[in-house]
C-alpha cells in the first residue's frame, strides 16, 4: 500500500473558513480549513472508536483517502491512559492519523445511557488540548419523544452553553455548534438562528451538526430527518457546512446533499461488518443470505461469499468493514460528480426507488418544492430553487418526478413571470396575437424537425405565438435549443404523446395565454411555396430567441432586448445555429450551443450595463421599492481595492463583495460594479448573493473579461 503525502496546514489567516467551489442548487462541492489539511465536502467521517479500531486510522487516510475522521473525546477524557497519551503527544500521535480530526463531546453518550460525568467547560478544554481540529460542545440531545418545552429546555440550555464553549475553545480549535429542535420546525429554525448568531472572541461556531436524529434513521423516518434539515438551514448562515449528525448509510447520501449537507459521520462501516452486513449504494445486505456479491468492491474481489463466510470473525470483520468504506467513498464521489454535471436530484430520485420510506421523504420534498409554505421548510424551498442555475448542458432521463425537479420548475417559473409576447411581428405589423400554434409530435433539434412548419404557420398568420409541446409542457419556440428541455433522453413514443386539453389550458395560463386560441399541428411535408422568402422570418425567430433569452435567464426588459437586436447580424455554425451576434457591427453575444444560454462579450456587457448603472443596495440595506419582474442583468458590487485586479480580468474573491443583486443566479452572467455604479468586470456568478453576503474565502464571481484592461487605473 502507497503512502499518501501528509496534509498542508491552511495559513493561519485561512483557519476555520469555508469556500465553495462548485454547486447545483443546494448542494455544493465546499472546502474547509484547517490545520490538519482540508476537508473536501461533501464527505464522511469515519467513526474510529480509540479502542477498537476496525480499519486502522493510518490504512483509512493512505489506501481510503478519507481526509477526516471523528472520535469521542469524552472516551478519551474517561479512561486515563488514553487521556494522558493525548495530553502529552495529541490526538492525531493517538490514533496515528495525520489528517483532521473530529471529536464528539458526550452528547450521544448522554443520549444513551442517560448523562455524562463531564463538564461544559471541561470537556472543551480537554479538547483544546489535546490538538482536536474540530471539536464539539457539549449540548443537550433533544429526542423526538420529549415534549415541545423539553425541546424548549433542550435548545435554550445548548445556546447558553454556546458562549462559554465558544471562549473556552480559544483561537485553535474550531467548534461543532449542534441544532437541536425535535421534531418541531419552529424550533429547529429558532436554534439555526441562535447558534448561528453566536459569536466567540475569535470566531462563531465553524460547522453545524444538525443534532438528534439518531432515533429518526434507526426507524427510517426519513421525511422528518428531511423536514428537520430543511427547517434548520432556513436560518443557518451559508458560510458553515452543515454535519448531518451520526448519518452514514450510502442510500442516504445522494437526498441528503441535495438539500444541502456538507458532512456526514458514521460508524456503520464497522457496525455493519460486524454484524455481517454489507453497504450498497442501494441498502444493506446480510452476508450470509448471498450466493455472490451483488456490489463488488477491490477488497471483494479476492473472495467470495463463502470464502468469507468461513473466515475468523475478526478476519471477516476487516474484509467487510474494508467494503463497507470503500462503498461509502464510492458514492460520495458519484455524489460529487453529480453536483458537477448538474445531475445531484437526478441521482436522488434513482436511489429513492431503492427504499419505500425514502421514497416517501422524496416525494414529500418534491411537494414542498412544487407549494412551498410560509414556515422554514418553505424557505428553504424557495431559496433551493432560486439558486438553482436553470439550465444545464447534457441529456436528461425522462422519468415521472422530472417536472419537479428544482431547475425545471425554476426556468417555468421564471418563464411565467418574464416572458413576454413579442412586441411586434416579423412583418413589422403590431397589435395582439391572434392564436397560438402548439408544435407536437416532433423531437428536438426542433430547429431541424420543426422549423419549416413554423415559419409556414408565421406566413399564414404573422400574428402568431408558436410554442412546442414536450413530455414536461409548453415552451415558446424562442428556447427551442435550452436544455434540458431539448435532451430529454426516452424513447420515440415520448414526443408521440399530446397533452390533453386541460394539460394544454392549464400550460398556456402559466404563459399568459390561456385567452388565445390554439391550434395544433404536426410538422410533415410544407410545400416550397409556404416558405419561399423565409428569410426574413428566420431573422425574426432568431431576435426573439436573444430578447426572449435576455429576458427570462438575465431579467433584461424585452424593450431593451429589442433595441439591442433592433439592426442584429449573426454568425452562424455548420450546423445552422448561431454563434455570435453583432448589434451595430459589434459582437455582443455568443448563445452557449451546449445548454442553450446566453454569454456576453465586453462590449454586450457595457450595453446591457448602459440600461442598468446603478449599483446594486449593499449588504444589509433593505429595498424599498416595487418588486420587478425585469430587474435587468444582476449586478455585483466590490470593495474600491479589488477593482484594479478584476478590472484587468481577475477573478472576484469572497470578501472583496459590497453587495448583491438578489435576483442573481448562479452560473448566468452577471456585471462587477463598483460603489457608483461604474462597470469594472463581467462573468459567471458561482455563489448566490446572501452566500456572498456570509463567505469571505473562495470565488464569488469567474470573470470573462476585465472593463479596464486599457485604462490607466
Same mark, same amino acid.
Given at each position: 500500500?502507497?503512502?499518501?503525502?501528509?496534509?498542508?496546514?491552511?495559513?493561519?489567516?485561512?483557519?476555520?473558513?469555508?469556500?465553495?467551489?462548485?454547486?447545483?442548487? #443546494?448542494?455544493?462541492?465546499?472546502?474547509?480549513?484547517?490545520?490538519?489539511?482540508?476537508?473536501?465536502?461533501?464527505?464522511?467521517?469515519?467513526?474510529?472508536?480509540?479502542?477498537?479500531?476496525?480499519?486502522?486510522?493510518?490504512?483509512?487516510?493512505?489506501?481510503?483517502?478519507?481526509?477526516?475522521?471523528?472520535?469521542?473525546?469524552?472516551?478519551?477524557?474517561?479512561?486515563?491512559?488514553? #487521556?494522558?497519551?493525548?495530553?502529552?503527544?495529541?490526538?492525531?500521535?493517538?490514533?496515528?492519523?495525520?489528517?483532521?480530526?473530529?471529536?464528539?463531546?458526550?452528547?450521544?453518550?448522554?443520549?444513551?445511557?442517560?448523562?455524562?460525568?463531564?463538564?461544559?467547560?471541561?470537556?472543551?478544554?480537554?479538547?483544546?488540548?489535546?490538538?482536536?481540529?474540530?471539536?464539539?460542545?457539549?449540548?443537550?440531545?433533544?429526542?423526538?419523544?420529549?415534549?415541545?418545552?423539553?425541546?424548549?429546555?433542550?435548545?435554550?440550555?445548548?445556546?447558553?452553553?454556546?458562549?462559554?464553549?465558544?471562549?473556552?475553545?480559544?483561537?485553535?480549535?474550531?467548534?461543532?455548534?449542534?441544532?437541536?429542535?425535535?421534531?418541531?420546525?419552529?424550533?429547529?429554525?429558532?436554534?439555526?438562528?441562535?447558534?448561528?448568531?453566536?459569536?466567540?472572541?475569535?470566531?462563531?461556531?465553524?460547522?453545524?451538526?444538525?443534532?438528534?436524529?439518531?432515533?429518526?434513521?434507526?426507524?427510517?423516518?426519513?421525511?422528518?430527518?428531511?423536514?428537520?434539515?430543511?427547517?434548520?438551514?432556513?436560518?443557518?448562515?451559508?458560510?458553515?457546512?452543515?454535519?448531518?449528525?451520526?448519518?452514514?448509510?450510502?442510500?442516504?447520501?445522494?437526498? #441528503?446533499?441535495?438539500?444541502?449537507?456538507?458532512?456526514?459521520?458514521?460508524?456503520?462501516?464497522?457496525?455493519?461488518?460486524?454484524?455481517?452486513?454489507?453497504?450498497?449504494?442501494?441498502?444493506?445486505?446480510?452476508?450470509?443470505?448471498?450466493?455472490?456479491?451483488?456490489?463488488?468492491?477491490?477488497?471483494?474481489?479476492?473472495?467470495?461469499?463463502?470464502?468469507?463466510?468461513?473466515?475468523?470473525?475478526?478476519?471477516?470483520?476487516?474484509?467487510?468493514?474494508?467494503?463497507?468504506?470503500?462503498?461509502?467513498?464510492?458514492?460520495?464521489?458519484?455524489?460529487?460528480?453529480?453536483?458537477?454535471?448538474?445531475?445531484?436530484?437526478?441521482?436522488?430520485?434513482?436511489?429513492?426507488?431503492?427504499?419505500?420510506?425514502?421514497?416517501?421523504?422524496?416525494?414529500?420534498?418534491?411537494?414542498?418544492?412544487?407549494?412551498?409554505?410560509?414556515?422554514?421548510?418553505?424557505?428553504?424551498?424557495?431559496?433551493?430553487?432560486?439558486?438553482?442555475?436553470?439550465?444545464?448542458?447534457?441529456?436528461?432521463?425522462?422519468?415521472?418526478?422530472?417536472?419537479?425537479?428544482?431547475?425545471?420548475?425554476?426556468?417555468?417559473?421564471?418563464?411565467?413571470?418574464?416572458?413576454?409576447?413579442?412586441?411586434?411581428?416579423?412583418?413589422?405589423?403590431?397589435?395582439?396575437?391572434?392564436?397560438?400554434?402548439?408544435?407536437?409530435?416532433?423531437?428536438?433539434?426542433?430547429?431541424?424537425?420543426?422549423?419549416?412548419?413554423?415559419?409556414?404557420?408565421?406566413?399564414?398568420?404573422?400574428?402568431?405565438?408558436?410554442?412546442? #409541446?414536450?413530455?414536461?409542457?409548453?415552451?415558446?419556440?424562442?428556447?427551442?435549443?435550452?436544455?434540458?428541455?431539448?435532451?430529454?433522453?426516452?424513447?420515440?413514443?415520448?414526443?408521440?404523446?399530446?397533452?390533453?386539453?386541460?394539460?394544454?389550458?392549464?400550460?398556456?395560463?402559466?404563459?399568459?395565454?390561456?385567452?388565445?386560441?390554439?391550434?395544433?399541428?404536426?410538422?410533415?411535408?410544407?410545400?416550397?411555396?409556404?416558405?419561399?422568402?423565409?428569410?426574413?422570418?428566420?431573422?425574426?425567430?432568431?431576435?426573439?430567441?436573444?430578447?426572449?433569452?435576455?429576458?427570462?435567464?438575465?431579467?433584461?426588459?424585452?424593450?431593451?432586448?429589442?433595441?439591442?437586436?433592433?439592426?442584429?447580424?449573426?454568425?452562424?455554425?455548420?450546423?445552422?445555429?448561431?454563434?455570435?451576434?453583432?448589434?451595430?457591427?459589434?459582437?455582443?453575444?455568443?448563445?452557449?450551443?451546449?445548454?442553450?444560454?446566453?454569454?456576453?462579450?465586453?462590449?454586450?456587457?457595457?450595453?446591457?450595463?448602459?440600461?442598468?448603472?446603478?449599483?446594486?443596495?449593499?449588504?444589509?440595506?433593505?429595498?424599498?421599492?416595487?418588486?420587478?419582474?425585469?430587474?435587468?442583468?444582476?449586478?455585483?458590487?466590490?470593495?474600491?481595492?479589488?477593482?484594479?485586479?478584476?478590472?484587468?480580468?481577475?477573478?472576484?474573491?469572497?470578501?472583496?463583495?459590497?453587495?448583491?443583486?438578489?435576483?442573481?443566479?448562479?452560473?448566468?452572467?452577471?456585471?462587477?460594479?463598483?460603489?457608483?455604479?461604474?462597470?469594472?468586470?463581467?462573468?459567471?456568478?458561482?455563489?448566490?448573493?446572501?452566500?456572498?453576503?456570509?463567505?469571505?474565502?473562495?470565488?464569488?464571481?469567474?470573470?470573462?473579461?476585465?472593463?479596464?484592461?486599457?485604462?490607466?487605473?
Amino acid at each position: 500500500m502507497s503512502t499518501r503525502p501528509d496534509p498542508v496546514p491552511c495559513r493561519p489567516q485561512d483557519l476555520g473558513k469555508f469556500e465553495i467551489l462548485q454547486r447545483d442548487g #443546494s448542494a455544493r462541492i465546499g472546502r474547509l480549513h484547517t490545520k490538519h489539511g482540508m476537508l473536501n465536502t461533501p464527505m464522511l467521517l469515519p467513526v474510529v472508536n480509540p479502542n477498537i479500531r476496525t480499519i486502522e486510522p493510518r490504512e483509512m487516510w493512505d489506501k481510503y483517502r478519507v481526509d477526516g475522521l471523528i472520535t469521542n473525546s469524552y472516551v478519551m477524557w474517561k479512561h486515563n491512559d488514553l #487521556s494522558e497519551y493525548a495530553l502529552e503527544h495529541g490526538v492525531h500521535k493517538l490514533i496515528d492519523f495525520p489528517g483532521v480530526v473530529v471529536t464528539d463531546s458526550g452528547t450521544f453518550q448522554s443520549y444513551v445511557y442517560g448523562d455524562v460525568e463531564v463538564g461544559v467547560e471541561e470537556i472543551v478544554e480537554f479538547q483544546r488540548d489535546i490538538g482536536v481540529d474540530v471539536g464539539t460542545m457539549l449540548d443537550v440531545f433533544g429526542r423526538p419523544d420529549m415534549s415541545r418545552d423539553q425541546i424548549i429546555s433542550a435548545v435554550d440550555i445548548t445556546a447558553e452553553r454556546a458562549p462559554i464553549s465558544l471562549e473556552k475553545a480559544g483561537e485553535g480549535l474550531l467548534l461543532n455548534g449542534p441544532i437541536q429542535g425535535g421534531l418541531h420546525d419552529d424550533l429547529r429554525a429558532l436554534a439555526g438562528q441562535v447558534m448561528g448568531d453566536v459569536s466567540g472572541v475569535h470566531r462563531g461556531f465553524t460547522v453545524h451538526p444538525i443534532g438528534g436524529i439518531v432515533p429518526l434513521m434507526e426507524n427510517q423516518k426519513y421525511r422528518e430527518l428531511f423536514q428537520i434539515l430543511l427547517s434548520a438551514k432556513s436560518t443557518l448562515p451559508p458560510n458553515r457546512p452543515i454535519h448531518l449528525f451520526g448519518c452514514g448509510h450510502p442510500l442516504l447520501f445522494p437526498m #441528503s446533499i441535495a438539500l444541502g449537507v456538507d458532512i456526514f459521520d458514521s460508524a456503520a462501516y464497522a457496525l455493519f461488518a460486524r454484524g455481517g452486513r454489507l453497504l450498497t449504494p442501494t441498502g444493506t445486505v446480510r452476508l450470509e443470505e448471498i450466493q455472490e456479491w451483488p456490489h463488488q468492491s477491490s477488497e471483494l474481489f479476492n473472495w467470495t461469499p463463502e470464502e468469507v463466510r468461513g473466515m475468523e470473525s475478526k478476519e471477516r470483520e476487516k474484509v467487510l468493514a474494508r467494503h463497507n468504506l470503500e462503498v461509502t467513498q464510492s458514492e460520495l464521489a458519484r455524489c460529487r460528480e453529480a453536483i458537477r454535471n448538474g445531475k445531484i436530484w437526478q441521482l436522488a430520485e434513482e436511489r429513492s426507488h431503492s427504499s419505500g420510506q425514502l421514497r416517501e421523504a422524496f416525494l414529500w420534498v418534491l411537494e414542498q418544492l412544487d407549494e412551498p409554505d410560509d414556515g422554514p421548510v418553505g424557505v428553504s424551498a424557495m431559496r433551493m430553487i432560486s439558486s438553482t442555475n436553470p439550465v444545464r448542458s447534457g441529456g436528461e432521463n425522462l422519468v415521472d418526478d422530472i417536472e419537479e425537479r428544482p431547475h425545471i420548475l425554476h426556468f417555468k417559473s421564471l418563464l411565467s413571470m418574464r416572458w413576454r409576447i413579442p412586441g411586434s411581428w416579423w412583418d413589422g405589423s403590431s397589435g395582439p396575437p391572434k392564436r397560438v400554434v402548439i408544435i407536437e409530435g416532433s423531437k428536438p433539434p426542433w430547429r431541424d424537425s420543426s422549423l419549416h412548419t413554423v415559419i409556414s404557420s408565421l406566413k399564414e398568420e404573422p400574428n402568431s405565438i408558436v410554442v412546442i #409541446s414536450t413530455p414536461i409542457g409548453l415552451i415558446p419556440y424562442s428556447m427551442e435549443d435550452v436544455s434540458p428541455w431539448c435532451h430529454i433522453d426516452g424513447s420515440d413514443e415520448i414526443w408521440d404523446l399530446p397533452l390533453d386539453e386541460d394539460e394544454i389550458v392549464e400550460e398556456l395560463d402559466e404563459l399568459d395565454l390561456s385567452d388565445l386560441p390554439f391550434i395544433r399541428i404536426s410538422p410533415g411535408p410544407v410545400p416550397e411555396e409556404k416558405i419561399e422568402g423565409s428569410q426574413i422570418i428566420r431573422d425574426w425567430l432568431d431576435k426573439c430567441s436573444i430578447v426572449d433569452k435576455l429576458s427570462v435567464l438575465n431579467g433584461l426588459s424585452p424593450t431593451y432586448g429589442c433595441k439591442i437586436t433592433s439592426d442584429m447580424t449573426s454568425r452562424r455554425s455548420k450546423t445552422d445555429r448561431m454563434v455570435n451576434l453583432y448589434s451595430k457591427g459589434v459582437h455582443v453575444i455568443s448563445p452557449r450551443l451546449n445548454d442553450g444560454g446566453i454569454s456576453l462579450t465586453l462590449e454586450g456587457a457595457r450595453l446591457l450595463h448602459s440600461y442598468s448603472s446603478k449599483p446594486p443596495l449593499s449588504f444589509g440595506e433593505e429595498y424599498s421599492g416595487e418588486e420587478l419582474d425585469h430587474p435587468g442583468i444582476a449586478r455585483v458590487m466590490i470593495i474600491d481595492d479589488a477593482i484594479p485586479f478584476v478590472g484587468q480580468g481577475r477573478n472576484v474573491m469572497q470578501g472583496y463583495v459590497l453587495g448583491a443583486d438578489p435576483h442573481l443566479i448562479p452560473g448566468q452572467p452577471c456585471l462587477v460594479v463598483d460603489s457608483k455604479g461604474n462597470l469594472v468586470a463581467h462573468g459567471l456568478a458561482i455563489t448566490t448573493a446572501r452566500e456572498m453576503a456570509y463567505l469571505n474565502k473562495g470565488l464569488a464571481v469567474r470573470i470573462r473579461d476585465g472593463a479596464l484592461k486599457d485604462s490607466d487605473i
